[in-house]
Every structure is written in C-alpha cells, then in structure tokens.
C-alpha cells in the first residue's frame, strides 16, 4: 500500500493509526526515489 491509500483511510476514518501509516510510508517512498531518473517514465518515484 502506498502513501497515497493510506492517506485516503485517514481522510474516511479519521483514524490516528492511518496518519502515522501514511507519515511512514511516505518516508519510506522519499527514501527509495531512483538517483537517476532519466531512465525511468517522467514523474516516476514522485
């Protein structure tokens, strides 16, 4: 699940578990954005 879907749950639920969720995938997908992007679609890892 990425960042996005689980902020989705937490604008539905409201539910604080769902925010730390998205605070940490969110994290997670900053952290594994490719060094070179050239080589991939436009927008790819954003």
């Given amino acids: ?3 996005s879907n689980y ?3 937490f604008l539905e639920t409201g539910a604080p578990e ?3 969720l998205y605070h940490s995938a ?3 997908e900053e952290n594994h954005v490719p060094d070179h992007p050239s080589h991939c679609p436009s ?3 954003l």
């Fill in 1 to 3: 699940m990425n960042a």
């Fill in 7 to 9: 902020w989705q749950l």
């Fill in 18 to 20: 769902m925010y730390l």
């Fill in 26 to 28: 969110l994290k997670t």
């Fill in 43 to 45: 927008g790819y890892g």
